[in-house]
């Protein structure tokens, strides 16, 4: 029987409007002869075999490529960093490697930026849409804020005095996509890269933009608001010091007196020597 049907055998019963209502919103057709109490809990029943699916390849995590195992496209980026010797041998083993996905989906690799025999390094996490479009670090808004961070205290990446001069990097040189922050993977199978980058460099002091590149080189896991205000030390001699990073000051404004006071912390060691 129809819903129709019943609501024309029940004409004048209390519970015809109802049954008119659901006529009205296109419910005229019944499941079942007994009404289903949805309020209590019923137990799962098992698939049929015929629904059961194979199951899926394991994809590899977001811009890891998938040829070989990842022990052993880190030991690949361990090898290609050691075996450069100089920055554009760096720059190419960079660009060659192809264990990072994110460089199959970004235009450009952003290598680094200044004066490469500057006494202050930069690192930060990794290149933004702007940076991406130019094959440069902090080049988008962030950087234009990070340009008169160390302005104010007298370094340039535009300077060729290695005393004035800061040079700039990130842990990642390509643009992950939709600017998303990197996974420990990629950070993991990028870090060869910027170990050996610091140590062809070889900085006295390496300011970590952010929570990213702190994390990294620092390996350490605590909040970036727990590791600035203070020098760590780097097995190449370099001192680390880690503060926020310019798009989070840009969100942030009420830290940027904490960021002023890192700065004022490298700009004292830097007059100490």
Avoid at 52 to 63: F, Q, T
Avoid at 209 to 236: C, N
Wanted: charged content about 25%.
């Amino acid at each position: 029987m129809t819903f129709k049907q019943a609501c024309e055998k029940t004409m004048g019963h209390p519970l015809a409007e109802a049954l008119q209502w659901h006529i009205d919103n296109g419910v005229d057709v019944a499941v079942g002869d007994v009404a289903v109490n949805r309020t209590v809990a019923r137990a799962a029943e098992p698939p049929k075999a015929s629904e059961l699916k194979p199951a899926e390849p394991k994809h590899a995590e977001p811009g890891i490529a998938i040829t070989g195992s990842f022990a052993a496209l880190r030991q690949k980026a361990v090898d290609a960093a050691a075996a450069a010797n100089t920055l554009e041998g760096l720059r190419e083993a960079i660009r060659v490697y192809d264990g990072l996905e994110v460089k199959r989906t970004a235009t450009n690799l952003v290598f680094a930026d200044g004066n490469p025999k500057a006494r202050v390094m930069v690192i930060g996490e990794a290149p933004g849409a702007d940076e991406d479009r130019q094959g440069l670090p902090f080049v988008g808004v962030s950087g234009q804020l990070l340009d008169k961070m160390f302005e104010c205290i007298g370094l340039s990446r535009r300077e060729e005095d290695p005393a004035k001069a800061i040079y700039i990097s990130n842990i990642l040189n390509w643009r992950p996509p939709g600017n998303r922050t990197p996974t420990e993977a990629e950070i993991s199978l990028a870090m060869p890269f910027i170990e050996r980058h610091i140590a062809l460099v070889a900085p006295k002091y390496v300011v970590l933009m952010g929570a990213v590149a702190a994390k990294g080189i620092l390996d350490m896991d605590q909040a970036i608001s727990r590791l600035r205000g203070k020098f760590y030390d780097h097995p190449s001699g370099a001192k680390l010091l880690p503060t926020y990073h310019p798009s989070f000051l840009l969100r942030t404004p009420l830290q940027k007196k904490k960021a002023w006071q890192d700065l004022l912390l490298l700009s004292d060691a830097l007059k100490d020597k």
